[in-house]
């Protein structure tokens, strides 16, 4: 007789079987639009995603595709267009015959114009490193000096000014390390409104909803203070986002949150008890050393390159990170309702700010520890993931000995 825990057991295991089953099918039978390698194309597109400014070009994306058009004239969100060039084996478009034909209107392109102002005015109460900090921490849009790029790339705290899923469950994740002080129902609200406004002011770009969709519901589950629901959580959400879109399995923007959120909840809680012992940087460090450890690998794979000292550099900026998003946002209000107000709000921007800036800075100038050359190398990556849970099992059978005894 199958007793009713057993057979709660044995119906989760069933659901777990059909889900996986549902999205082996769905990756299976997913076939992605393809066009006509060096044959000249001429279609008719819809800018819907916001058009990144390059030093030679602007770089619009379309379907799948990457087009590279002079600086002007200057193209936006919500532009129609008549497109005219050839696709390349990557799916790039060069110097292409742009013809703009109308506007369409909508939400996410008026959001994006209110983004703009915001640029501006930030932007002109702020040097210009900070103030790519903190339009990029607050509303993901990337217009960050090369050289400080080139740095924050070298630190590994890119995440931090760019639209990226890693960032979002590392900022949650610190609100939920805080429940000890707000409390656990504040430390959700205020993880959840976080979250919510990222995702907002992005304009719900398909990484930041899936990242969106992974947060969301691992902060409620970690709220509740279960490990295995929160495990349940990320499994089930990847698993609707990859019914959705089956090709973010090869993007880095799913792989690197579906990681770092994996990391946060389960090496993250293991060391969450160690770290709290330790002065100044406290739980956070657990947050951003097991977000980094789960996380290199994907890095790894995709970017070749990676930085040891990043953990160290993360666990110094983090603490930044909370002040930074707090009055910035109060400087985006008040830079649009009352300047003078705006340029207290600055300043209390510009003093966290300028000290991320600075260690990422300091740290920049080091060459120790940096590993590069293994772009694209799906062994090392498997074998590093299988080293991390092999070291988490045994330091997890470890603790539970000495326990015993």
């Known amino acids: 007789?199958?007793?009713?825990?057993?057979?709660?057991?044995?119906?989760?295991?069933?659901?777990?079987?059909?889900?996986?089953?549902?999205?082996?099918?769905r990756i299976y039978t997913f076939r992605p639009r393809t066009l006509p390698i060096n044959t000249l194309l001429k279609f008719e597109a819809t800018i819907s995603s916001e058009v990144e400014s390059r030093p030679m070009s602007q770089k619009i994306k379309v379907l799948n595709l990457r087009i590279y058009a002079p600086n002007y004239p200057k193209y936006k969100l919500g532009d129609r267009l008549i497109i005219e060039g050839k696709v390349d084996g990557e799916g790039n478009v060069f110097s292409p015959e742009i013809t703009k034909i109308g506007e369409r209107a909508s939400i996410k392109a008026n959001l994006n114009d209110f983004r703009d102002t915001i640029l501006s005015r930030v932007s002109a109460l702020l040097p210009s490193r900070e103030a790519a900090l903190v339009v990029g921490a607050l509303i993901g849009v990337d217009r960050i000096p090369e050289d400080f790029k080139v740095q924050l790339i070298k630190t590994g705290t890119i995440h931090v000014v760019v639209v990226s899923g890693q960032n979002l469950m590392i900022v949650a994740g610190v609100f939920i390390s805080l429940s000890k002080y707000l409390g656990r129902r504040l430390s959700l609200f205020f993880s959840c409104l976080a979250v919510l406004c990222y995702a907002f002011f992005t304009g719900f770009e398909p990484p930041v909803v899936r990242a969106l969709i992974m947060v969301f519901t691992t902060t409620v589950a970690l709220y509740l203070g279960r490990t295995s629901g929160a495990l349940f959580s990320i499994f089930l959400s990847g698993s609707v986002i990859l019914l959705i879109w089956p090709d973010a399995l090869t993007t880095p923007s799913f792989l690197l949150t579906f990681a770092a959120t994996l990391g946060i909840v389960t090496l993250g809680q293991m060391l969450s008890g160690f770290f709290s012992k330790v002065p100044v940087v406290g739980e956070n460090a657990a947050v951003s050393l097991s977000a980094f450890i789960f996380t290199a690998p994907v890095i790894l794979y995709f970017f070749g390159s990676i930085s040891l000292l990043a953990p160290l550099v993360n666990i110094l900026v983090l603490e930044a990170v909370f002040p930074i998003m707090l009055f910035g946002f109060l400087l985006f209000v008040t830079s649009v309702i009352f300047t003078p107000v705006a340029q207290i709000f600055a300043f209390l921007t510009y003093l966290p700010a300028h000290y991320f800036s600075a260690v990422v800075d300091f740290?920049?100038?080091?060459?120790?520890?940096?590993?590069?050359?293994?772009?694209?190398?799906?062994?090392?990556?498997?074998?590093?993931?299988?080293?991390?849970?092999g070291l988490m099992l045994i330091w997890r059978g470890e603790r539970d000995v000495s326990r015993a005894k």
């Open 363 to 389: 740290f920049s100038k080091f060459d120790v520890g940096y590993i590069k050359g293994f772009a694209g190398n799906l062994y090392l990556t498997i074998f590093l993931y299988v080293l991390v849970f």
């Open 1 to 25: 007789m199958i007793r009713p825990v057993q057979f709660q057991k044995y119906g989760f295991l069933l659901f777990y079987l059909l889900l996986a089953l549902a999205v082996v099918l």
